[in-house]
Structure formats: C-alpha cells, structure tokens
C-alpha cells in the first residue's frame, strides 16, 4: 500500500506540473493574440486614416483580427486561466499534505495497510473533488508536449527528493561518528620550575 499511495502522490504531481505549465501556454497565448490584433487593427486604421485608399483591404484586416479575438475567447483560453488561478493552489495544498504523510509513512508511524487505504481514498476523493470543482466544465485538449515537460518536471522533483533522502540517511547514520570526535585539542599542562634559576 505504501507503493500505491507513492504513485498517487507522483500522478498528482504530475497534474500539477502539467496543468501550471498548461496555464502558463495559455498566459502567452492570450497575450501574443491581444498584442497582435490590437497592433493591427490599430496600424489598419492609421493606413486607412492617412492614405484613404484601399478601404476594402483595411476593413477585411480589422474584421479579421476581431475574428481572432473572438475566437480565443471560443476557445475558452480566459476561462480555462481563471479555473487555473483557483485550481492549482488547492491542488498545491492537498501534496503539501501528501508530502507530510508520506513522512509519516517513511517513518514507520503509518505501517498498518487499512489506515493507508483510508488515506489513499481520501486523497483521491479530494484530488476528484478539487477536479470537477474548477476543471469539469472546461475543455482542456491534451498536448504531447506539455505532458513530456511536465513528466521531466515530475522526475526532476523526485530525483531531488530521492538526493535529500540520501543525505539525511548518510549524515543519520554518521551522526554517531561525529558525536565521538573530539575536535577541541587538549593542551598540555606546562610546569615551569621556579626552583631552577639561571
């Protein structure tokens, strides 16, 4: 059990990485289109303003970059920002409260498996609650390649992990060592004899 509750905490945090990285996408998305079409329209109407030819050609451009506008929002870009704002830190909280228990279960206080179900169970629940809450209504198409940082992201975070695990282990078990070493030298009594006098 203590593997299946391991593999929950990787798979949300992979959730995580994907969907911030996700939000961070649509963040330029969303800006590259408002700086385009308002850059354009607005030299458009300084084309059409100075040179008062081509009417047809400055129009068609406006209109089409109104279209884009419009656009983004049917691609619900904005929506799917603002469900992010809320999401990820609640998501955010629920491994901060994974990470706590999986000490816990490193540490031997949470052995028995019935108390490790219950925790897994709450956990989905809370991840499938968090989920439907902010994302349920969006439609996120999935993308190969934010998945692919996202999973070096996830591997990036537990290989750090697993490094911190070593060293407490490593300096844990030569903390004995260290306890036994003396590293204040003893000094020498000097006697001086003040029978002798030269």
């Known amino acids: 059990m203590k593997y299946e509750f391991w593999n929950l905490y ?5 959730n995580y990485y994907y ?6 996408r649509d963040e330029r998305v969303s800006l590259f289109l408002e700086v385009f079409a308002s850059v354009v329209s607005l030299l ?3 084309g059409w303003i100075i040179t008062q030819k081509h009417t047809e050609i400055w129009s068609t451009i406006i209109l089409f970059m109104n279209i884009t506008l419009l656009l983004k929002d049917r691609f619900k870009v904005n929506d799917r920002i603002n469900a992010f704002k809320y999401y990820l830190p609640e998501l955010d909280n629920l491994l901060c409260e994974m990470a706590s228990d999986w000490r816990k279960i490193e540490a031997g206080d949470l052995n028995s498996d019935g108390k490790l179900i219950e925790i897994i169970r709450s956990y989905e629940i809370a991840h499938f609650e968090i989920t439907n809450k902010y994302l349920s209504p969006l439609y996120i198409p999935r993308s190969k390649r934010i998945a692919k940082y996202a999973d070096s ?3 990036l975070y537990i290989s750090i992990l697993n490094k911190r695990g070593e060293t407490y282990e490593h300096v844990t078990k030569n903390a004995g060592d260290f306890q036994e070493k003396k590293y204040i030298k003893e000094e020498k009594a000097v006697v001086i004899d003040h029978s002798r006098v030269d």
């Not at 990787?10 to 992979?14: D, H, I, L, M, Q």
């Open 44 to 46: 458009s109407v300084s």
């Open 10 to 14: 990787v798979n949300n945090k992979f």
């Open 153 to 155: 992201d996830t591997d």
């Open 19 to 24: 969907h911030e990285r996700y939000r961070r």
